[in-house]
C-alpha cells in the first residue's frame, strides 16, 4: 500500500513542535549562534533559557525521541522521526532543546547498546538527561576516510589501557565530559578487527587539546574552533572502559550511524525548505527590470529546480526511513548511503540558489544564508566523504546484477531480434515474413 498521510494525532505534534521551533528555539539561535554554542553547557544565560524549554519539550513527551522506549523514548520508528527532525532542522539549537544533538544522540546509542551497567549509570544516564555532551573520537590528522589508516593505539599495561597517539575532527571536545575513542588494540589481527573503543572521562591525565580547529563559520582569532585535534599522552584507563569486546571497534562505530544519517538528512530537508521559503519571498518582493524578480524565468528556474530537487530528496529520505521501519535489519543500508550523498548535493545546489537570488545582501551575515551555504562543504565530509558513499550506493546496486551471459549484452537488439523470430518462425512463415 502506498500512503503518504500523516496520522492527525501525529500531526498535532508535529505543528506543535513546528510553532515551537520558530517561536522558542530560533530566538537562541539569534542570541547564540556559533557552532559550538548549543554544546557549552558552562554557558550559564543560553542553560537559563534552555532549562525550561526542555522542561516543555519533556511535557510533551518529544524529548530524545530517538530513543527506543526501554531508555525512556517514545519508539516512534524512523519515518516519524524524519518528519520530526525535518522540524528541528530548521534550527540550530532545536536538537539540543529536544534532546537529540550529535554527536551524543550516536554516541546514546552505542552506550545503549554495548555498554555495561556501570558504564551507562556513568555516562548513559546524564547524556540522556541533557546534562553532560560527548565526543566521538576517531579521525586521524593523517587519515578520516579509511579507518584501517589509523595509529592512535592503546596497549595493554596491567590492568589498565594505555592510550598513545592523534585524533583530529573530535567534535565539541572543548565541551565534552568524556570522549570515545577509536583505538588499535591489536595491529596484527584482520584489518576490522585490529580496533576497539575506549570510553575515556574528559579529566583524565594526558589529554591535551593541541587546538580547537575553527570551521569556515567559525572565527579562529575569537577561539571559537569546535573541532577538536587532540593527542592522548599515555592516558591510561581501567580495563572495564572497553566499550565491547576488544576488536568490535568496528562494529560500535557502524552501530551508531543508521537512523542518525537518515535524522540528520531530514534536518537538511528542513534547512532547505527554510532557504527556498527564503528564495520564494524575495523573488514576489525585489524588482529589476520593471518586473517583479519572479516574472523573471532564470529565476523561476531557481525556484523550480529547487522545488524538485528538494521534494525529491526529501521522498528518498522518508522511503529509507519506511524501509528500516518495515523490512529486516540492513535492508536500507544503500539507501542511507544514497541519503547521505544527496543531502550534500541538495543542500549545496539550494543554497546556492537562495545565496544568488538575495545578491549582495545574500552574502552578508545578516542572513541565514551565508552559515549554511557555508556548511555544505562539512555535509560533504562528516560522517565519510561523497566518494566513499558514492563507491558504497554503487556497490549495493550492482549487487543485484549479473554479467552479460554471452559476448553481447542482454539488450543486444539483433540477438533478441532472432529470438524472437525462432519463437514465431511458424507464424512468421505462414504469413510470409
Ligand atoms: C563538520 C565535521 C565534523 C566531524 N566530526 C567528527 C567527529 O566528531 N569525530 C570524528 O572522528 N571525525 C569527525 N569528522 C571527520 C570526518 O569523519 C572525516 O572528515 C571524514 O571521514 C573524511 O576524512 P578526512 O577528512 O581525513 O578526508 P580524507 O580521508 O583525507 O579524504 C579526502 C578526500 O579524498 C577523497 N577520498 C577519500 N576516500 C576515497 C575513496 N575511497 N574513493 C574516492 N575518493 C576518496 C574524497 O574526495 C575525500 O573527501 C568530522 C568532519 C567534519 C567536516
Request: aromatic share 8%; charged share 20%; proline share 6%.
Amino acid at each position: 500500500m502506498w500512503d503518504f498521510c500523516t496520522e492527525p494525532e501525529f500531526q498535532e505534534k508535529l505543528d506543535w513542535m513546528a510553532a515551537f521551533v520558530r517561536d522558542e528555539c530560533e530566538p537562541l539561535d539569534l542570541l547564540f549562534p556559533r557552532p559550538g554554542d548549543p554544546y557549552d553547557v558552562q554557558n550559564k544565560a543560553s542553560r537559563a533559557i534552555l532549562a525550561p524549554l526542555r522542561e516543555k519539550v519533556k511535557e510533551q513527551g518529544l524529548w530524545a525521541c530517538h530513543l527506543g522506549p526501554e531508555l525512556g523514548g517514545q519508539g516512534f520508528g524512523q519515518l516519524k522521526l524524519a518528519l520530526m527532525n525535518e522540524i528541528l532542522g530548521r534550527s540550530q539549537w532545536a536538537p539540543t532543546v529536544f534532546g537529540t544533538a550529535a554527536p551524543d544522540t550516536g554516541n546514546a546509542e552505542i552506550l545503549a547498546l554495548y555498554g555495561t551497567e556501570a558504564q551507562k549509570a556513568r555516562y548513559l544516564q546524564p547524556l540522556l538527561e541533557g546534562n553532560i555532551v560527548s565526543t566521538f573520537s576517531m579521525t586521524e590528522p593523517q587519515g578520516g576516510s579509511d579507518p584501517k589508516e589509523f595509529v592512535c593505539k592503546a596497549t595493554r599495561d596491567g590492568d589498565e589501557w594505555v592510550i598513545d597517539g592523534e585524533k583530529w575532527f573530535s567534535s565539541h571536545a572543548r565541551y565534552a565530559s568524556f570522549f570515545i575513542v577509536m583505538v588499535v588494540t591489536d595491529p596484527d589481527a584482520k584489518p576490522y578487527e585490529r580496533m576497539s573503543m575506549l570510553i575515556v572521562p574528559a579529566e583524565t591525565p594526558g589529554i591535551e587539546i593541541i587546538r580547537n580547529v575553527a570551521t569556515m563559520n567559525e572565527r579562529d582569532d575569537l577561539d571559537e574552533g569546535t573541532e577538536g585535534y587532540i593527542r592522548y599522552n599515555q592516558v591510561r584507563v581501567p580495563l572495564d572502559a572497553m566499550l565491547g569486546a576488544p576488536g568490535e571497534g568496528f562494529k560500535v562505530a557502524q552501530a551508531r550511524l543508521g537512523g542518525g544519517r537518515v535524522h540528520h538528512a531530514m534536518r537538511v530537508v528542513g534547512k532547505c525548505q527554510r532557504a527556498f521559503d527564503m528564495m520564494c519571498e524575495r523573488a514576489l518582493s525585489r524588482r529589476t527590470q520593471g518586473k517583479l524578480l519572479s516574472e523573471h524565468q532564470f529565476v523561476q528556474g531557481f525556484i523550480a529546480d529547487s522545488a524538485i530537487q528538494l521534494q525529491q530528496f526529501r521522498l528518498l529520505v522518508l522511503q529509507t526511513a519506511w524501509i528500516i521501519d518495515n523490512q529486516p535489519h540492513g535492508a536500507a543500508r544503500t539507501h542511507i548511503a544514497m541519503c547521505k550523498v544527496a543531502l550534500a548535493a541538495v543542500l549545496h545546489d539550494v543554497l546556492q540558489r537562495a545565496v544568488q537570488l538575495h545578491g549582495s545582501l545574500g552574502t552578508t551575515q545578516e542572513t541565514p544564508l551565508g552559515p549554511w551555504w557555508a556548511y555544505a562543504p562539512q555535509l560533504a565530509l562528516a560522517d565519510g566523504p561523497t566518494e566513499v558513499h558514492k563507491a558504497a550506493v554503487a556497490k549495493g546496486m550492482l549487487r543485484g546484477y549479473d554479467p552479460a551471459p554471452g559476448l553481447f549484452p542482454t539488450e543486444h537488439i539483433p540477438t533478441r531480434r532472432a529470438a524472437a523470430r525462432a519463437r514465431y518462425a511458424a507464424l512468421l512463415e505462414e504469413h510470409g515474413l
